[in-house]
């Protein structure tokens, strides 16, 4: 297996870990739940193929589904963000061409294209998800809040993890 | 021919996310038919293994807060058996052991997954259908009303958090006499629920305290839900709304205990005369 396969089975293995281990078990408010294992969709390389794109993001969903209690409710979003993941990218690229197995990362890309990646798959995300789990329109404005607040900490922990491992030479 | 190949190889992208994303949906609409079914069976005992061993090292943390609870709980229990009642003349006072008969048992349960942030919360316990545990049942802790068991595997059961939005727990308020009311979640604080629609003769004040109500097949009567928080009268029908500041503790809970209705077969036929054909 190439290096950049097994990279990116062990960036999957340990965000869904970190994910249902750890994250999961931090209750800071009802208001704040980030999801840090959509990272491993997020910075799969360029050139994956759309086919594998989605098969990641349904075997990923459901594991942390597993984990949740909370049969295909992970996997519905997530697999909704490995769909629009292409359109992203060609949306913000502004003519440029990535090139071939970069990684979309902030070290490639430079801090304003990874924020602006990063925050709209996020919230594509988390409003998903949101929205699936309360499953009506009449809490419409605590739903909304919750995007909000979960988002900027899901944000702030793919900063953390940017720091800790893609920054790093090497 | 060609053309399908052609077509599929087209629009595979959009196919095959159709195809993921109906499987998605199908699992989560029909989540609650699977509850009880083998594969819920199986989802259980796998999560409940993993995370089996995830609290056996955790655990450590929380001893000393866990030792000052049940500790309490012991004090608590003690000053109730036997020898700590003064004992009066028995030709006087005989003991008749017809007028009570054990109705409840307990089974002590330890917590492995907890959340209280979902809008849906779910808590697991390592106890399951082998140890006597079945859907239904209530789950107390030393400090108050937990939730109710909904799925069981052979040795873990899922249990329906009070903070879940289908969660309703019958209860009434100590202090006065209405004893009608059900206890849910909206879902914003995790220690808050609420009672909606108390009629507006009934008066309330902020301290009362929230119990069950016995009038549901699974809570003991009296088991203590929380107290009267918050107040607020609607202008137009003078119908109050109570926020109840919930007696357990979601985020440090550790032990509990299952209730077992030893009554509930026979109330379980008694109501089905009164069920519609």
Not at chain 1, 100 to 123: C, H, Q, R, T
Not at chain 2, 61 to 88: K, M
Not at chain 2, 177 to 183: R, W
Request: proline share 3%; aromatic share 12%.
């Amino acid at each position: 297996m190439s290096p950049i396969v097994t990279k990116n089975i062990l960036r999957f293995a340990a965000l869904l870990f970190l994910q249902v281990l750890v994250i999961d078990h931090i209750q800071i408010s009802s208001m704040v739940t980030p999801f840090i294992y959509i990272l491993a969709i997020i910075m799969l390389p360029f050139n994956t193929p759309r086919w594998l794109l989605l098969f990641s993001a349904f075997v990923l969903g459901f594991l942390v589904d597993i984990f949740s209690g909370t049969m295909g409710l992970n996997m519905s979003a997530t697999l909704t963000i490995a769909f629009v993941r292409p359109y992203v990218l060609n949306l913000i690229s502004f003519g440029r061409d990535y090139e071939d197995e970069e990684a979309p990362n902030m070290k490639n890309l430079g801090v304003d294209w990874f924020v602006a990646y990063v925050s709209i798959m996020i919230v594509i995300h988390h409003s998903a998800i949101f929205f699936l789990e309360v499953f009506r329109l009449s809490e419409l404005g605590t739903t909304f809040l919750r995007i909000i607040y979960s988002s900027l900490a899901t944000f702030v922990l793919v900063f953390l993890w940017q720091f800790l491992f893609a920054l790093r030479k090497g | 021919m060609s053309n399908l190949f052609r077509f599929l190889k087209r629009f595979h992208f959009i196919l095959l996310f159709l195809f993921l994303q109906g499987i998605a949906l199908i699992l989560l609409v029909n989540y609650n038919r699977y509850q009880s079914g083998q594969f819920m069976r199986f989802y259980n005992e796998v999560s409940g293994a993993v995370f089996n061993a995830r609290h056996s090292l955790a655990q450590y943390f929380n001893l000393r807060r866990s030792n000052v609870e049940l500790a309490a709980e012991n004090a608590r229990l003690r000053s109730q058996i036997e020898q700590s009642y003064q004992r009066f003349d028995r030709s006087v006072f005989v003991v008749n052991d017809t007028v009570f008969r054990l109705q409840y048992e307990y089974i002590q349960a330890q917590i492995i997954k907890n959340t209280t942030s979902r809008r849906n919360n779910y808590l697991m316990i390592n106890k399951g259908s082998n140890q006597g545990v079945r859907e239904g049942m209530a789950v107390i802790s030393p400090t108050g009303v937990v939730g109710i068991v909904r799925a069981v595997s052979n040795n873990f059961s899922s249990i329906m958090s009070l903070l879940h939005s289908d969660s309703r727990i019958s209860a009434r308020i100590k202090e006065n006499n209405f004893s009608t009311g059900s206890v849910s979640w909206n879902g914003r604080l995790a220690g808050i629920s609420q009672m909606l629609e108390i009629p507006p003769h009934i008066e309330v004040h902020v301290g009362d305290t929230v119990i069950t109500s016995g009038f549901s097949l699974n809570f003991p009567e009296g088991i203590l839900i929380g107290t009267v928080s918050r107040v607020q009268t609607r202008p137009t029908d003078n119908f109050h709304t109570l926020d109840i500041k919930l007696s357990t503790d979601f985020h440090t809970l550790d032990h509990v205990y299952v209730v077992r209705n030893l009554a509930r077969n026979e109330l379980d036929q008694l109501l089905q005369y009164h069920l519609p054909e």
